[in-house]
């Protein structure tokens, strides 16, 4: 079955600052997910990206998916308070329509 | 808000309790889903419903017994639980079943089994 390995697990910034998020597939990736959950919460869909070099952004949000289709990385720049939260990347399992598989999370904290 | 809602928020149960968690959806949904969510470990998909039809059960034990009335109501029926079940539960639901359609989640079942 795929994997979904996220990384950083955890990462604490100063607010304004940029990061980045990564996701790496086990295998190749058809479809990725990321979403943002508050704690406690439900997930916050973000954005989905289905072929590789794609690149979306929503605000000061960005994630792409690399050529190879096998990792993802989630870009905030200059971020603030309102970003804190646990970033999620799901990945379509290949073969399998519904099934979503998902990473552990990275925990994001943003110091004002 | 995201359209799909769920009762209790927050549940606290002994091992020899039966409750049920209720979902619904107000998205016109075709599709609903259960998952788990356990500290440390990733979201954990224990059940797929496709119009009304039980499409995935991913080897949850039968202490766990889902329900779907119609297409817009998911239940999660619960008896003699073990402490390791406490975790978040999440229902979703999307448009149809194919893996590009999005989940649209609900805040989800904090349950503490005691």
């Known amino acids: 079955s795929q994997e979904l390995e996220q990384s950083p697990q955890s990462l604490i910034v100063q607010e304004g600052k940029n990061l980045t998020i990564n996701c790496t597939s086990s295998?190749?990736?058809?479809?990725l997910y990321w979403y943002k959950q508050k704690y406690g919460e439900g997930l916050i869909f973000l954005m989905m990206?289905?072929?590789?070099?794609e690149e979306k952004s929503h605000e000061k949000i960005t994630a792409k998916l690399d050529e190879k289709k096998q990792q993802s990385s989630l870009h905030i720049t200059a971020s603030q308070p309102s970003h804190a939260g646990i970033y999620l990347c799901?990945?379509?399992?290949?073969?399998?329509?519904?099934?979503?598989?998902f990473g552990k999370g990275t925990l994001l904290t943003v110091n004002p | 808000e995201t359209g799909v809602t769920q009762t209790p928020r927050h549940l606290v149960m002994g091992m020899t309790n039966k409750k049920s968690l209720k979902c619904e959806q107000h998205?016109?949904?075709?599709?609903m889903y259960w998952y788990k969510q356990s500290a440390k470990k990733p979201l954990e998909l224990m059940f797929v419903?496709?119009?009304?039809?039980?499409?995935e059960n991913n080897s949850v034990p039968s202490r766990f017994s889902p329900e779907c009335p119609n297409s817009s109501h998911l239940f999660l029926h619960l008896h003699t639980l073990q402490p390791e079940d406490s975790a978040l539960y999440l229902c979703?639901?999307?448009?149809?079943?194919?893996?590009?359609?999005?989940?649209?989640f609900g805040p989800g079942t904090r349950l503490l089994v005691l």
């Open positions: 979703a639901s999307s448009q149809g079943v194919q893996g590009r359609d999005r989940k649209y």
């Open positions: 295998k190749t990736l058809y479809g």
């Open positions: 990206l289905q072929k590789g070099g």
């Open positions: 799901g990945a379509e399992e290949g073969g399998s329509n519904y099934k979503l598989t």
């Open positions: 998205l016109g949904h075709n599709a």
């Open positions: 419903y496709s119009l009304e039809e039980r499409v």
